[in-house]
């Protein structure tokens, strides 16, 4: 692997040093430059989805034999029609729903196959964001910032609700990232919708996660409050190298924000592919005849 065609330009996208790339001494920034660089090229896959079923207790038959991978520092988006299995398929990923049948590979480790404590340290590097933001409403913004760091902290200690100075600090931090930190005191339904879930990302970010899983992050807002939430997440995918994993409903926002996508319909992968690969014929083929699109850019 050459490093001489990596230009500075996409090393200062990145955010890393030239002369640590040229040294060749930033492996994982590296695979993401060398993408950058040469697209055919092959990069760590952090998540490979293999033949994954889910079928209810009930008999609905929610995903069906869905293969996937997502790439390191990926904006990948999911999109379908309501029902078409988006939400179960991020559940699954992290065990939120059991998956009847396939397998989940994280970093090389089949996720499927782990006991419920082995999941814990798998869970805290992935965080997961609620499209109703899953906040503890009376609690405080920082405890339930507080709360993503759980997955660090012992049972005692959590049952105590000790966090260490540290984590307070961490905590503040995060919240002045997503620009709340002078609300850190109050009560979290005293909140808007979109700082809510400002909120919910800043607990993401307790965990130090690898990849971020968004359930339809802004579906419970106003529209032109969902850019404000997407910029957040994409700057945590450009900056810090998050990976994300995001389903949205708006073909717009998926165009404006992700670096590929998978459509589902009727819980089966129709479409994997590049946003602007989504023409009229693709459009129709993941949302029905019928489907028109709409504009909220
Ligand atoms: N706990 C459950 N028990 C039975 N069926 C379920 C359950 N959860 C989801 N389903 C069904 O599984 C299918 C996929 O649902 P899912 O919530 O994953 O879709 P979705 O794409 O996230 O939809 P939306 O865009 O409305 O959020 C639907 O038919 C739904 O009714
Ligand atoms: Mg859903």
């Not at 640590?20 to 040469?38: E, M, P, Q, T, V």
């Not at 529209?223 to 190298?241: A, C, M, R």
């Not at 009727?266 to 993941?286: H, N, R, S, T, Y």
Request: net charge positive.
């Amino acid at each position: 692997m050459t490093l001489k065609r990596c230009s500075k330009k996409q090393a200062l996208t990145h955010r890393v040093s030239y002369n640590k790339i040229a040294a060749g001494r930033d492996n994982d920034r590296l695979c993401l430059l060398f993408h950058s660089a040469f697209p055919l090229a092959k990069i760590q896959n952090m998540l490979r989805v293999e033949h994954l079923t889910k079928v209810f207790p009930n008999g609905t038959v929610a995903l069906k034999d869905v293969t996937f991978q997502v790439e390191d520092g990926e904006f990948l988006a999911v999109i379908g029609l309501s029902g078409s299995g988006k939400s179960t398929l991020l559940r699954c990923i992290n065990r939120l729903i059991e998956p009847t049948s396939g397998k989940i590979i994280w970093n090389g480790t089949d996720v499927t196959a782990l006991s419920q404590n082995e999941m814990r340290h798998v869970r805290r590097q992935i965080g997961f964001i609620f499209q109703q933001f899953n906040l503890v409403k009376r609690s405080s913004v920082i405890t339930n910032v507080l709360t993503g760091r759980l997955g660090y902290v012992n049972t005692a200690q959590s049952l105590a609700n000790l966090f260490s100075r540290a984590d307070n600090q961490r905590a503040l931090n995060n919240l002045e990232r997503l620009g709340l930190r002078e609300k850190a005191y109050v009560r979290a339904d005293s909140l808007s919708g979109g700082q809510q879930q400002r909120v919910a990302i800043a607990r993401a970010l307790m965990q130090e996660p690898k990849m971020i899983l968004a359930d339809e992050p802004v579906a419970s807002l106003d529209p032109v409050l969902s850019h404000t939430i997407l910029k957040y997440l994409e700057q945590l995918n450009k900056e810090d190298g998050l990976t994300v994993l995001c389903s949205l409903h708006f073909l717009d926002l998926v165009h404006r924000y992700a670096t590929r996508a998978i459509a589902l319909k009727d819980g089966q992968v129709v479409f994997q592919g590049l946003p602007q690969e989504i023409d009229d014929a693709q459009f129709k083929a993941i949302y029905g005849q019928e489907a028109q699109r709409v504009s909220i850019i």
